[in-house]
Nanobody, 124 residues
């Protein structure tokens, strides 16, 4: 069992930055693929970014590419999402997820563990 707890959300003006953290506890997650997803009010959950342990590859949604960076610190059992140049359309609840496999996917159904989410609000 893996428990995931996100933090770092808040309110920021457009053009600003936030760094989200996802702390994992429980079983060792160093070989798990990790992902970030978001869900805005009235919209479906969408993929944001993922880190694949196999090869260390990272994947991003086109809407955040060049602005967001996913990283992980296995020593701290933590995954980060650095978000720069934020836009009002980035407003959503952001959740991290873990997949009990080293290969990341963009589909949320591929992930086995989820955090409770943290709210990010970008004002114009």
């Amino acid at each position: 069992q893996v428990q995931l707890v996100e933090s770092g959300g808040g309110v920021v003006q457009a053009g600003g930055s936030l760094r989200l953290s996802c702390a994992a506890s429980g079983r060792t997650f160093s070989s798990y693929a990790m992902g970030w997803f978001r869900q805005a009010p009235g919209k479906e959950r969408e993929f944001v970014a993922a880190f694949s342990w196999s090869g260390g590859s990272t994947y991003y949604a086109d809407s955040v590419k060049g602005r967001f960076t996913i990283s992980r610190d296995n020593a701290e059992n933590t995954v980060y999402l650095q978000m720069n140049s934020l836009k009002p359309e980035d407003t959503a609840v952001y959740s991290c997820a873990a997949r009990t496999s080293s290969t990341a996917y963009r589909a949320s159904r591929a992930y086995h563990y989820w955090g409770q989410g943290t709210q990010v609000t970008v004002s114009s």
